[in-house]
Each structure stands twice: as structure tokens, then as C-alpha cells.
């Protein structure tokens, strides 16, 4: 896969987590690249979040690096604005770009205080290091609990799209995952590209739950930095953006802490696409139907449960589910299907529920989780210690 | 602790769950009681709950009976009315009433249609066995996934007051818990009785949570059969109902399903209860918060976000946290502790969170909660198989 013209990428170890895996990271624009970027909704907002909205602000919509760390999310700290502004101005210094062109952001544990001499001693050999190919030691360089890393790739029309994310535990993103980055060479506006991260990020990372924790610290930027002199036609590439921001949501979803399988959840009949969403929502953060996910129980009583307590008014005798395809609910009672068969199909590793309601109703929804195993209590249960 | 005068009780196996353990039991007062009730705000409500409103309505806040039966949910049934109606039809046959006095109640597994016959050839031999001491064999009958039965007793100005319930998981009763009955011997009329109830669980079974999952057949029932002739005062009565109501909702969180450990959430500071209680509920919800206290980690920057999560704006910059006592979080920032000692005091089977938000807020709450282990998952990846 082509990665897109224009961008270099470095990672190394600047010892900010304990296990010596490369923990900072810049990507750089070649030339100021057109700005998007959604960010969490939580109350608590990491002081990177705070600074990175600021800096997209001051530079309309214009950007030329993302700064970021692992190992410690920069929230709830008392020097946690001084640190973020001292390291992005380091950063702008060793890349001569105006500081509120560096976007910064921060994952990993949130309340202890960063040193920001980690990040600006580091900062002269990560920036000599920077290079065109270094794309996917960034993308394992922001990993956390994450087992694999996570990227996606897209081309159409002559211009390439290359995205990557982390996240694995506390993930629901309202707006965004906790981090998630897209370059693209292609050449367009920043409010035009504003508008694609937002439409896109509602179908992709806004349609994904782990654990039903929406972080502190939940960033996604999209760069556009022209470098393929390219105007591509707005609607196919928002098509293709929206396909990487898809597959990106989704491998967090299957690498979730502890999870074996990954769950698709459709909505259908819905009075409204929010509406579904909401219903596809509340399945996904059912306990009750990620263990049952997990014990390849098709133990679709519980689906219909968490159906209503979503807070969507519906008529469960007008409700369907089907598990892998197989009914096993019709009319807001139990399908005739064999408890075994399905048992066994459920023992896969991709999982599928629908879920129908009755009647002229048009609001559908996707929406990825994963079972709720024992692995996501051993990792949770010692995350600091 | 003397029982409320009055009221006889039995409890039988009817070979509605696998295991032989009673399944089936009566409650039985030897004059019509004034009965309030409070049922699952869950939009897919069992037949039973459906069927335990319209009699209360119809017998104007006036009941005779509980029959409830433990195993099978009767929800989401094709069957499900009719096996209501019958079952209760028969029961008050046998114990000479008029059918409305009859509420019915249901708890266990969803979907599976439930055979009224069970029932009806078991009511012979349990109104035979009606005896005023048979309360506990009765509390014992409505346990499902419960380790223990879970009973609570008060007595204030010549009256009585026995309450008991059942649950473990599918626990965020929004209204009621999956079953409680209390029973008293006070003379009440309905319309008082209601209040009562109604805002005695609005402190009690509507601050707890298991696993944010609000069951189909919550319900929540007050019977005051004037058995002892005494008019109590209203608030001193109604603050023993809450003490019976408080202790029994606390006792399903110390038996969720896996808890190894009673968390209670106090939350002051905020605009109103109501907000400090979605405040308490996020945190109580949090699966990350859950499985931290699981692992005595002082986590509290896992508060912290949860918090942040609740919908209810405040300023991070103002908010402490104490866990067991102990100061971990200031101005939104870490307070100076040790964490090797606090996490000493986080392995004792109690654990206190205290959420305050600084400023003029008068809003409080306290809710309930356990932590998120393995036995969670062992329990669910498997409850019917």
C-alpha cells in the first residue's frame, strides 16, 4: 500500500512508560496541511486536548505535526498545560513551525504528573530520525494495552489516505478513539474536511464500545497536506476516508482488552438512525450479553433486555433477533432454532447480532464491540500495579 | 426480631428450575393489606409485572397475596399472560380471594414459556403448608444466582416490619430491584403506603447497581395489613421502612454475582440528589472503576473520568476524591498518599468512594456496588448452559 506524499514519521523510547517500548512520537507534514480533528466529550479533558483544540483554532484549521506519547495521558496534572505547551514548543523549534501548528496528544494513565524534559531531551533524535517509512513504528509507538497495532490504508483517484488508532480499554468514543491519526495528500479545505471527520467519525469510532468508558483523553485528527496536487471528487474520497475510520474502529474492537470475539451489533426499523444507535449502544455495553458472547450462549432474552433499557420507546412483540444469521426471536418471542448449532456457531470469533423492529421505521445502525472476558478483569484489575 | 403479625407464608419445590431447591412460594396476609408497588422501568416488562399493575388498580391498592416463583422470568413468552392469569386464578381459588388480590411475580431465565400445570398442582400442598413461620423458607425460594437470602426487620411504635428480596445480577433497578416484598403490620391506607414506597426506593433499591443491567421483572412490593391495629407516625414509620429498604439493597450488592467487595459511592457537592446521583451511578458503572477496586488499586483517576461521564457538567478543577478515608485526589489533582498503604485498606471486603464537588452545592447521594472479578464472568458466560 502506498503511503501517502509528503508526511515523515519517528518513534522512540523516551522512558515516559516503564517497559521499553518506543513511547514518543512525531508525524510531520512536508507543507501546512488543512486540519480536522473531533475530540472527547468527556467533562475531564487531558490537558493535550484542551491545548491540540486551541492550536487548531489559532491556526485555522492548519497543521504541520502531531506530537504524541504513551504511558501517560497528561490529565489530571497539576503542570499538565505547562508540559504540553513547553514539549510543543520544543517540538515547533526543531521543526521551524509556528507552535500552534503542532498538534499534541497523550495516552496511558491518567493523575500522574509528565516530565517534559523526557520529551524535549528526546526531541533532537526523534526529529533527526524523522522519514517517510517510519509509518508503522509510529503506529506501535501509541499503543498501550493494545496487543497488535492498528492501521488502514485507502487510495482512489489519485490520492492516498493512511490512517492508525490505539485504544483497547476505556473505549466508547463519543466523538473520537482515544487517539486515532489519518493523512491523506490530498488537497482540500479544512472545513470541507472538517465536515467528512465529523460525518465519519459518527459512523466509525462514534459506533464503538469496549467497555462503555469514554476517555479523557479521546483525539482524532485528520491531515489533508495537498502533496498530491490532487482535488479528489468530494464523495468518493469521504467514501474512502469513511472506510479507514471504519476498519481503524473496528480493530479496536477486536483487539478490546481481553476479548476473544468481535461483535457486530445491526439495528434496523429504528424510528430513527439515533435511535438505533442508542438500542445498538446499550446491547453493546450489556454485561449480560458480552458474557453470554463469551460463553457462546445464545442467550438473546438478555439482547432483547438491553434493547429495553436503551431508553428507545418500542413494542418488544414487534422485536426480532437473529444470532449469526439464525432467528432466534420473532415477534419479541423465542424463534424455533436449535440451541446447539447455534452454541457452536457462536463459538467463532466473529459474532452477529440483529436486532428488527417491525413496521415502516427506516433508522438503522452498525456498531462494534467485543465479549467481556476474564482477560479484561486480569488486565484492569493490575493496569498501574 | 418479632415478624409482622398477620401474614403466613410457604414455600415448595415445583420443578420450575433444574436444581431442587423450592422454586415456588406463598405470602399470604389473613386480611386484605393496603399494597403499593414499584415495577421495572425496562420497556420489555415480564407478564407478571404486567398482570401485578392491572390487579393493583383493579383491587384498588388493596392485595391478599404474592405468588412468586423463582427459575423462569415468564417474560417474553408467547404463553406468558395466560400462564399469569391461570396461575393466579388458582392460587385464589385455594386461599379464597378475589383474583385482583392476587400479585403475581416471576424471576429467572427470559424467553423460555413457563407450564402453568407446574404451579397449579404444587398450590394444593403449598396453601397447606401456609405457616406465619415460614418467612425465610420463602426468602430462600426467590433466590436465583444469590449465595445468600437476604432478609431485613425493623419494629417502631407497636408495628412490624419484615422485608425480603432477591438478586444478584441484571441489577440496576430503576424503579424496584428484581423482586422485594415488605411486609408490616401497620394500618396505612394505600395512597400513603404508595409514598412511602415511592420515595424510600428512590434511596434505596434505585442507589444500587450490579451490572448497569435493569431486569424485565423488577418489582417491588408493600403490603401493611393493619394486623396490629396501631396508626404508626408517618415519619417515624416511613424512616424504618427505609432502613429495611436501605439494608436490603445493600445485601444485593454484597451478593452480586462474583463480589468479592461492598463498594458504596457517596457523592456531595453537586446541583441537586439527582445529579449527585447520576455522578454516583457513572462511577458505580464504570467497569474500569469496578475492576480496580477488584485489584485494591487506588485508581483514582478511573473515578475521575467516570465521573466525567455521568452527563452532569462540572468543573474537573473542583472535584475530591477520598478512597477508605483517605484523600487521593484534590482540586482535581493527586493528593499526596501512599499508595502501598491505601491499597493495603482497598483489599478489605468494604470500600468507600467519596466524589465532592467543591462550592454551594446542597446535592448528595449514596449508592451501592460491587466490584467486577472473574466470578462475574463465570456466573454469566454460562447461566443457562
Not at 48 to 58: G, I, N, Q, Y
Not at 62 to 89: K, P, S, Y
Not at 158 to 170: E, F
Not at 327 to 349: D, T, Y
Amino acid at each position: 500500500m502506498n503511503l501517502p506524499l509528503g508526511y515523515r514519521y519517528a518513534a522512540t523510547y523516551a522512558g515516559i512508560r516503564k517497559v521499553e517500548n518506543d513511547d514518543l512520537a512525531l508525524i510531520v507534514s512536508a507543507m501546512p496541511a488543512a486540519a480536522a480533528a473531533v475530540f472527547t466529550r468527556n467533562q475531564v479533558r487531558a490537558a493535550p486536548v484542551v491545548l491540540a483544540e486551541r492550536h487548531l483554532k489559532a491556526g485555522k484549521g492548519q497543521a504541520g505535526a502531531i506530537l504524541v506519547n504513551a504511558g501517560n495521558a497528561n490529565c489530571a496534572t497539576r503542570t499538565g498545560m505547562e508540559v504540553a505547551q513547553e514539549t510543543c514548543r520544543a517540538a515547533a523549534q526543531h521543526l521551524r513551525l509556528p507552535v500552534t501548528q503542532v498538534l499534541p496528544a497523550s495516552t496511558g494513565v491518567i493523575g500522574v504528573e509528565m516530565d517534559a524534559r523526557k520529551i524535549t531531551r528526546a526531541l533532537p533524535r526523534l526529529a533527526a530520525s524523522l522519514s517517510e517509512s517510519a509509518f508503522d513504528a509510529v503506529a506501535a509507538a501509541i499503543m498501550t494495552t493494545d496487543l497488535v497495532p492498528k492501521t488502514a490504508f485507502a487510495e482512489t483517484g489519485g490520492v492516498r489516505i493512511a490512517g492508525m488508532t490505539k485504544g483497547s480499554g476505556m473505549i466508547q468514543p463519543n466523538m473520537a478513539t482515544t487517539l486515532g491519526f489519518v493523512m491523506t495528500d490530498a488537497l482540500l479545505d479544512a472545513t470541507v474536511l472538517a465536515g467528512i471527520l465529523s460525518r465519519q467519525n459518527e459512523l466509525s469510532f462514534s459506533r464503538l464500545s469496549v467497555d462503555g468508558d469514554t476517555s479523557t483523553n479521546d483525539t482524532l485528527i485528520l491531515l489533508a497536506n495537498g502533496a498530491s496536487g490532487q482535488k479528489p471528487k468530494p464523495k468518493v474520497f469521504e467514501e474512502a476516508v469513511g472506510d479507514v475510520l471504519q476498519s481503524l474502529a473496528q480493530q479496536i474492537a477486536r483487539d478490546g482488552e481481553g476479548a476473544k470475539k468481535f461483535v457486530t451489533i445491526e439495528v434496523a426499523g429504528a424510528k430513527t438512525d439515533a435511535d438505533a444507535v442508542r438500542i445498538a449502544r446499550a446491547i453493546a455495553n450489556s454485561a449480560l450479553v458480552k458474557t453470554a458472547i463469551a460463553g457462546a450462549d445464545p442467550n438473546w432474552g438478555r439482547v432483547l433486555s438491553a434493547a429495553g433499557n436503551s431508553g428507545v420507546a418500542f413494542d418488544p412483540a414487534k422485536a426480532d433477533i437473529d444470532m449469526q444469521g439464525l432467528p432466534v426471536c420473532r415477534n419479541g418471542l423465542a424463534a424455533k432454532f436449535s440451541e446447539k448449532a447455534l452454541s457452536k456457531k457462536l463459538a467463532a470469533a466473529e459474532c452477529l447480532i440483529r436486532f428488527t423492529l417491525q413496521g415502516k421505521g427506516k433508522g438503522t445502525a452498525r456498531f462494534w464491540t467485543c465479549d467481556l472476558t476474564h482477560g479484561y478483569i486480569e488486565i484492569n484489575a493490575s493496569y498501574r500495579t
